[in-house]
């Protein structure tokens, strides 16, 4: 199962939801591979200080295989760094089938592959989503994130023709100030917009921002939008508690 997290408007949570998503299966006894495809490296540098080389993504467009780094019993990592930002500029057709084909020959060793993308609708972005058999989209309460869901809406249906298996498995609304009106007044809004794809809210919080200082998750925070999720990607039978 191959699980996307993506929105290519900034800062809205993707790397700190992929991050406990990962934590949040793993608990729960799957064997998870977290992919950071962002060159930021946001991911690779809340789970580790210490990179091994040999699992840098980079390695996949110097036609190498990385392997993958072990963070604990049931979590590895395919690390980033910013070597990988070139290639975005190169325009090889061939490298977008790199990551999918790489992770399916892979795939057997885990129950969950958990890819965090960059902020943008390139290269990376779009071979996650080749990849995936699901995507998970988390937006913030700004009408700017209503306006960009659109475009991103329309790059997964195009996507869609080259991967029919993709879908979406929700739309997760992060750092929601839910003391204010204007944020319950987004957050009905967004729920009768989305209706089914909307799979709840997280709660802004300290907490969850502490979350890269720390390296430690919170997955408190998420549990109730992650056992939604569970269930729309595992089934129900499968929801081990
Ligand atoms: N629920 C939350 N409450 C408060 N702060 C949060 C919450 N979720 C994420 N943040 C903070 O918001 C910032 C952006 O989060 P994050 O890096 O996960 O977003 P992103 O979408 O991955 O960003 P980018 O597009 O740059 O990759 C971080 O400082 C993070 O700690
Ligand atoms: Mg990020």
């Known amino acids: 199962m191959i699980i996307t997290i993506a929105n290519q408007k900034g800062g809205v949570g993707k790397t700190t939801i992929a991050y ?29 200080n210490k990179v091994n080389e040999s699992s840098l993504v980079t390695l996949l467009y110097q036609r190498k295989r990385p392997i993958p780094q072990k963070i604990s019993d049931n979590i590895d990592l395919l690390c980033n760094d910013i070597t990988t930002a070139i290639y975005e500029r190169r325009i090889n057709p061939l490298d977008y089938e790199k990551l999918k084909n790489y992770l399916n020959s892979v795939a ?16 990376f972005c779009i071979s996650a989503l080749l990849s995936a058999d699901y995507v998970v989209i988390p937006i913030d309460a700004s009408i700017y994130s209503l306006r960009g869901l ?31 009106i204007v944020g319950q007044e987004v957050e009905k809004e967004i729920r009768k917009r989305f209706s089914k794809l909307y799979l709840g809210f997280v709660k802004q919080s300290v907490r969850a921002r502490e979350t890269a200082f720390m390296r430690r998750p919170n997955v408190k925070l998420y549990e109730e939008v992650f056992k939604e999720l569970e269930v729309r990607i595992f089934g129900e039978k499968e929801r081990l508690d």
């Open 150 to 180: 659109g475009d991103l809406l329309a790059t997964i249906d195009e996507v869609r023709e080259n991967n029919e298996k993709l879908r979406i498995a929700g739309i997760i609304l992060n750092q929601l100030n839910v003391r204010t």
């Open 20 to 48: 406990h998503l990962v934590h949040y299966f793993a608990l729960k006894g799957r064997k998870i591979l977290a992919v950071d495809m962002d060159p930021q490296a946001n991911l690779t540098q809340t789970f580790t």
């Open 108 to 123: 057997s060793l885990y129950n969950a592959i958990i890819i965090d993308t960059p902020p943008n609708l390139g290269l």
